[in-house]
Structures are given as structure tokens and as C-alpha cells.
């Protein structure tokens, strides 16, 4: 993903803009806009003005804008506007798009660092690309429906914002975009920088209004979303003696879906319990935490040998815990190893397990890397440990500086620490040859087998 995503996810509607939103919903798409975008004044029967819903709307994607799609608005099937019409928002369904489920809401109404005002300017509809964008500087004031934004360019006129009406707010976030409102109405005379902007929890509000899907991307719904990308581990040139297998896990996903656990659960319930040394809950909307997820789950049912629900949840976090943090660098690096030191391990019995996953596999491939046992001593644990006695445990990253400095304990001589693909690389790939010989025909001496080996991993 990049900048360019924003404008990916920007709509031309009408006169006005739209942004683009993947709900919970996968066969749903929302161009989520403002009210009057959707609204043509015309005379009434005394001469004066009123406003009416158009009977239909031109809708041009960013990357075939001069591709004009004509859209009927039916009201209250394929058109949504809040019940207060003083509110100047309103979405439009149309049919899925792929590729638009990495955009996420944002509530917050009070930090806008890194956000942009993003659309279609009438003073560029006769350009080739009509897309244009501006940051935010800082908010002016806010209520409930309306916040007022500055621009750091503040010397724009009417003409210049005109056609932004509707326009995403959005920033980009390395993997994923946020969206925290759409800009309203542009004001007549000259903005000097300021904009109006409808807050996201409105939108919210549509949908919890007229029974539409959560403004909510569909992986974070229903685990079914993510199976096509669990267990896709490769054994290479040795990797027909894994397929079936492979093939087993992935089929063992649906009992993960016959559950009442979702990723939203997961994501709600246990918030900061799920990352390492972090409280930015967007970084929760990470896919690759809720395909770790579906496969630890698929593991400890096979090991448990039921389907486990929301109810055995808690009792599992007591031994075991699954932390992710986003990143290339090696677990076993040193600022990475003093983040572990001060994460969230409450309720963890002690010689509980910690599973942690990161976007890469260890560097080096021995077991050692993998896996560190309860006491290990390795030189960067041992130096940790040293420093932790002596009270000079520091970090050169602020924020947890102070909490080195108050540890209570030393949790690697509390807890056993495996880097997640543990489960998949050493137990699977590095051991194809012991799964080579299994089949449709004795699945269940292979069931069997992975109960024994996982649940000497899980402690069960």
C-alpha cells in the first residue's frame, strides 16, 4: 500500500466526491459522501427553492475518470442518509469491489496529524486527473457533528475546495488507510484554510439506522474471510511430502468458523493483550494477527479435540498467550527482547507460554532462535538479565524507559517465549519427511499425531 492508495479509495460523485468503504459485508461496497452532494434545489409551486433527492448520480473511479457509471438513487435500498437531516451525511451502495479492505474508521476527534482532505476539485475537472489533496495542519473546534479543520495551505478560495464536498478524510498508514469523516458543505465565500467536516461516527449511525453492514472491513467479521491465507507454509523441494497435510489444517479451519469466536472478539476482548508493548488500538486492525489467529485456534482444537468457543478463551490466555508485533526485525534483537520485558502479561500463569508473531521468520534457522525456554541463557537475555539485577535496565525508546526501570519481575525467567512459525516451520516443514506417508485414508493416525505433537508445544 501506498499514498497513492488514497486517491485509490476517492470517488468523483456527482459535483461532488465520495470515498470508498468495504463494510462488513463482503458482497457491499459504501461511497460514503455528504447529504447534499445527493440533493438538486429546484423551484417549488410559490416560485422559491427546495431541495429534492436526485433520481440518479455519475460516479467515475479515480483510475478511469473519464468512465462515467449513471447510478438510480433509491432511496432505501440503495441510498442511506441520517435521519437528522441536519446532518450532511449519506452512502451509496454499489455492488463489492475487491482490494478495498484495508481502509478502516477512525473516531478519534481530536488528532489529525497526517490526514488529508482528498477528492475532486471542480477547478480540476477539465484536467486529465482530477484528484487533488490537502493536509490537515490542526482542528479549530468540534461537537458531535461537525468539526471544524484547518488546511496547511490556508490561502484556498471557494473555487479550489468547491467539488471537495464529500471527499474522504484520510491518512495513510504504511499498510492500511483510516478514514475519521467527510468534508460537508464548502462555504460561499473564501475558507482561508478552513474546512467542515462530518465526523465517521455519523456514518456509523446510518448503518446502525436502517440495518446496514457495520462500517467494519469483513475480515475483522467472520474468520472465513482469511482461510484462503492460513497454513500457507512451503516445504519446497520437499513439499508434496507436506500437501496433505496442509490440506488437513486448512479443512480443520472450518470448526474455527462453526465457533462464536470472530476477529472482532478477539480484537475487542483482549485489545492490548494481543501486541507487544503497544496501546494504538488501529494497530489491532492488522490482517495477519486474525490469519495467525484462525490457525493457532485450528491447532488448539485439534489438541483440546472439541471446538473451542468464546467461554474457553479466558482459561487458555491463563497458560498460553499470542502477541504480534508488525515488524521485519528479528524477535530476538535486543530493543525487541526489552519490549517483551514490559508487555501486557496479565492473568499469565507462570511457566505459561508466549507465542509471538512478526512479519518475518527468526534470521537463523536452528532451533535456538525459534524457542526460548523458561531461564534460557543466551548472551542478549543474560545481558538483560544482568541489567535487570543491577537496576540499569535502559532503552533508548522513551516511552519505555520508565517502565524497564519499574519491573517487577523478569518475565523470560517466568514464561517460556516461541516465535510463532515454531509451529509451522520447525514442527511441519523441517520435519516433512515424517508426514509424507499420510493420506485421506489414515487422516486420523495424522489427527492423532498432531494432538501428540502440539499438545507437548501447548502444554495439554
Not at 475532486?120 to 479549530?140: E, G, L, V
Not at 494481543?274 to 494504538?280: A, E, G, H
Request: with cysteine.
Amino acid at each position: 500500500m501506498t499514498e497513492n492508495d488514497i486517491k485509490k479509495h476517492s470517488v468523483v460523485l456527482g459535483e461532488g466526491s465520495g470515498a470508498l468503504f468495504q463494510p462488513a459485508d463482503s458482497d457491499k461496497t459504501y461511497v460514503l459522501s455528504a447529504r447534499h452532494v445527493f440533493y438538486n434545489e429546484i423551484k417549488d409551486e410559490r416560485g422559491g427553492k427546495k431541495s429534492e433527492v436526485k433520481k440518479e448520480i455519475t460516479l467515475r473511479f479515480s483510475d478511469s475518470q473519464d468512465e462515467e457509471k449513471v447510478i438510480e438513487i433509491r432511496n432505501g435500498e440503495n441510498y442511506f442518509e441520517h435521519s437528522d437531516s441536519s446532518i450532511d451525511a449519506a452512502l451509496l451502495l454499489i455492488e463489492d469491489i475487491e482490494g478495498y479492505s484495508q481502509i478502516f474508521i477512525d473516531d478519534n476527534t481530536s488528532s489529525f496529524n497526517g490526514y488529508n482532505m482528498a477528492g475532486f476539485p471542480q477547478s480540476r475537472r477539465a484536467s486529465d486527473d482530477k484528484y487533488n489533496k490537502y493536509k490537515i495542519s490542526d482542528i479549530i473546534s468540534s461537537d458531535q457533528n461537525i468539526l471544524s479543520l484547518r488546511l496547511e495551505v490556508a490561502h484556498l478560495s471557494h473555487s479550489d475546495i468547491s467539488g471537495f464536498s464529500g471527499g474522504g478524510i484520510i491518512k495513510f498508514n504504511e499498510d492500511y488507510l483510516t478514514i475519521c469523516g467527510i468534508q460537508s458543505r464548502t462555504p460561499e465565500e473564501d475558507c482561508n484554510g478552513e474546512i467542515s467536516v462530518v465526523p465517521i461516527t455519523r456514518f456509523i449511525e446510518i448503518a446502525k439506522q436502517y440495518n446496514l453492514p457495520e462500517l467494519l472491513p469483513s475480515f475483522l467479521v467472520n474468520f472465513k474471510f482469511l482461510q484462503q491465507a492460513a497454513f500457507n507454509f512451503d516445504a519446497g523441494i520437499d513439499d508434496e511430502d507436506i500437501s496433505f497435510t496442509r490440506l488437513f489444517l486448512k479443512q480443520k479451519t472450518e470448526e474455527v468458523l462453526s465457533s462464536d469466536i470472530t476477529p472482532r472478539f478477539i480484537k475487542d476482548y483482549f485489545t492490548d493483550r494481543l501486541l507487544i508493548n503497544d496501546k494504538d488500538t488501529l494497530k489491532l486492525n492488522d490482517e495477519l494477527i486474525y490469519i495467525t489467529w484462525l490457525e493457532f485456534l485450528t491447532l488448539m482444537n485439534i489438541v483440546k479435540d472439541k471446538t473451542c468457543n468464546i467461554s474457553d478463551l479466558e482459561d487458555i490466555f491463563c497458560y498460553l498467550r499470542l502477541l504480534y508485533r508488525k515488524t521485519e526485525t528479528d524477535w530476538l534483537d535486543t530493543d525487541f527482547l526489552k519490549d517483551c520485558l514490559v508487555s501486557n502479561y496479565d492473568g499469565l500463569e507462570e511457566n505459561g507460554t508466549v507465542f509471538i508473531k512478526t512479519n518475518n521468520h527468526p534470521i537463523k534457522s536452528n532451533i535456538k532462535h525459534y524457542k526460548l525456554d523458561k531461564g534460557s541463557i543466551i548472551p542478549r537475555i543474560d545481558s538483560l538479565k544482568s541489567n535487570y539485577e543491577n537496576g540499569t535496565l535502559h532503552s533508548d525508546v522513551n516511552n519505555i524507559t520508565n517502565a524497564l526501570s519499574e519491573l517487577k519481575e523478569f518475565v523470560f525467567d517466568k514464561y517460556n517465549f516461541i516465535h510463532f512459525e515454531y509451529l509451522k516451520h520447525f514442527m511441519l516443514v523441517e520435519n516433512s519427511k515424517n508426514y509424507k506417508n499420510f493420506k485421506k485414508s489414515n487422516e486420523n493416525e495424522l489427527l492423532t499425531k498432531l494432538k501428540e505433537e502440539y499438545g507437548k508445544i501447548f502444554g495439554i
